[in-house]
T-cell receptor
Framework: DQQVKQNSPSLSVQEGRISILNCDYT??????FLWYKKYPAEGPTFLIS?????DKNEDGRFTVFLNKSAKHLSLHIVPSQPGDSAVYFC???????????FGGGTRLMVKP | DAGVIQSPRHEVTEMGQEVTLRCKPI?????LFWYRQTMMRGLELLIY????????DSGMPEDRFSAKMPNASFSTLKIQPSEPRDSAVYFC?????????????FGSGTRLTVV
């Protein structure tokens, strides 16, 4: 039973347009959410996070939105760049200092 | 800082053989995690340690899997006997005790193929 789900295994976007990656969770105890980015042959690296006390967090071209009532979060990348092509993992934890539960990942392809 | 170091990078073994994956966490990090990445299930947590003590091993698939952390600078994940369904990329990550998920540093992974 996956507590964090990314229902789109892949997404293709044109350079310069917006990329929207989605994530749903089932555990209502989760209160800290993160996105990780993974390039081939490398480990995942932290991208951006959000606490449940907020509904939006922005860092440059990356914005994460949290809808607690829908148990849904999304990552917006605008404008998308070819270097953003990677696998993006959504993750969640109960408390900011605790272990992460990851989703299955979404492969983003940004076409020049 | 060399980051989290995993070895080997690739391992090909025959079904039934013992496989040992190794991890050196970042110095000073108190928490260590073993994850497995598969197409079907994404990144699954297998086991994690705090201060070298296993805290949660509920993700270990079965008794064929075992993990140890004999000291703060080394951990192993062993599969005995290995099976083709164990083929996956295995990641080790470490984190400071007082940091959340944004403090995780992952290694580059070990790609295991069991034939």
């Amino acid at each position: 039973d996956q507590q964090v789900k990314q229902n789109s295994p892949s997404l293709s976007v044109q350079e310069g347009r917006i990329s929207i990656l989605n994530c749903d969770y089932t555990n209502s105890m989760f209160d800290y959410f993160l996105w990780y980015k993974k390039y081939p042959a490398e480990g995942p690296t932290f991208l951006i996070s959000i606490s449940s006390i907020k509904d939006k967090n922005e860092d440059g071209r990356f914005t994460v939105f949290l809808n607690k009532s829908a148990k849904h979060l999304s990552l917006h990348i605008v404008p998308s760049q070819p270097g953003d092509s990677a696998v993006y993992f959504c993750a969640a934890s109960v408390g900011a200092g605790n272990m992460l539960t990851f989703g299955g990942g979404t492969r983003l392809m940004v076409k020049p | 800082d060399a980051g989290v170091i995993q070895s080997p990078r690739h391992e090909v073994t025959e079904m039934g053989q013992e496989v040992t994956l190794r991890c050196k966490p970042i110095s000073g990090h108190n928490s260590l995690f073993w994850y497995r990445q598969t197409m079907m299930r994404g990144l699954e947590l297998l086991i994690y340690f705090n201060n070298n003590v296993p805290i949660d091993d509920s993700g270990m698939p079965e008794d064929r899997f075992s993990a140890k952390m004999p000291n703060a600078s080394f951990s192993t994940l062993k599969i005995q006997p290995s099976e083709p369904r164990d083929s996956a990329v295995y990641f080790c990550a470490s984190s400071p005790r007082d940091r959340g998920g944004d403090g995780y540093t992952f290694g580059s992974g070990t790609r295991l193929t069991v034939v």
